[in-house]
């Protein structure tokens, strides 16, 4: 393929791209405007940008991650004492007796294989690299990925540290369809971390305010009905349900500020 001696237009030479070297050109001899509404950006000096703004990149994601963590275990730590008093305790489990009373074995067994299972990580794992995999392709982004793994983990070990902070009381195993749990509900959290990621992504595209409000829609949905099947089931305390949707909500909000904080704009350099 020939190339031309001049850019078309602009009265200025084309380099020798061919024996510099494709990033070897001089960018200097190159206008800036080669046409209208077309803009050069010249890939040395943004390159150079995005060095410069590595060091505080990495400054501002280690303290999201630092005041995030902080703010997740001391919120959710300071509600699991409060849920500990008998104030909070007596009419949570007159609730939890009434739901228990009124249980059919039917349903019950309809929920366990089902609703509940949402929360689960045999479930929420694949389906998080499947959508988020499809997410990041569809974005041409890779950041979607590592925010849910990230989730996880992070619901993984705070909720074992709150659990030996907080000590909260497990209901009977013979009164719970399933293996019964204490504060706050892991599957609750994860199914706020997990579907409200995932809501966040594909909404912040979205310019109809109608898609939004469905996307969000749905996903309250299923995690009011992933967290009411498990008091339903009799495998948690309603102040544990309680607990782990605002452990979840805590842990989706830094990772919604993390990646705000990955966006270009965020870091210094050209969005475009």
């Given amino acids: 393929m020939r190339i031309p001696a001049r850019l078309p237009g602009s009265g200025h030479n084309?380099?020798?791209l061919v024996s510099r070297g494709p990033y070897q050109a001089d960018y200097e001899r190159l206008p800036r405007k080669a046409g209208r509404g077309f803009r050069y950006c010249d890939p040395m000096r943004k390159a150079t940008?995005?060095?410069s703004a590595m060091p505080g990149r990495a400054a501002k994601l280690a303290g999201a991650l630092a005041v995030g963590g902080a703010t997740t275990v001391l919120t959710s730590w300071?509600?699991?004492?409060l849920m500990q008093k008998d104030l909070i305790i007596r009419p949570s489990r007159e609730v939890y007796e009434h739901v228990r009373?009124?249980?059919s074995p039917q349903l019950a067994r309809r929920l366990e294989q089902t609703i509940t299972g949402?929360?689960?990580y045999p479930v929420l794992v694949p389906f998080s690299v499947l959508v988020g995999g499809l997410v990041a392709y569809e974005r041409r982004d890779w950041v979607p990925v590592?925010?849910?793994a990230g989730g996880l983990a992070a619901e993984i070990y705070l909720q074992k540290l709150l659990k030996t902070l907080v000590k909260g009381s497990k209901p009977a195993e013979e009164h719970s369809v399933g293996p019964p749990g204490d504060f706050p509900s892991g599957g609750a959290a994860r199914?706020?971390?997990t579907f409200g990621l995932l809501a966040h992504l594909l909404a912040e595209h979205w310019n109809s305010p109608a898609e939004r409000w469905a996307v969000w829609s749905i996903v309250l949905t299923v995690i009011a009905a992933q967290g009411g099947s498990r008091l339903y089931l009799?495998?948690?305390w309603p102040e544990d349900i309680l607990g782990g949707w605002l452990f979840g909500w805590l842990i989706l909000r830094s990772l919604i500020r993390l990646a705000e904080l990955t966006r270009p704009g965020e870091l210094g350099q050209p969005a475009g």
């Fill in 191 to 193: 199914t706020v971390i």
């Fill in 49 to 51: 940008m995005i060095r």
């Fill in 118 to 120: 949402m929360g689960d």
């Fill in 234 to 236: 009799g495998r948690h």
């Fill in 78 to 81: 300071a509600v699991g004492k």
């Fill in 14 to 16: 084309v380099p020798d």
């Fill in 146 to 148: 590592p925010l849910l």
């Fill in 101 to 103: 009373a009124r249980r």
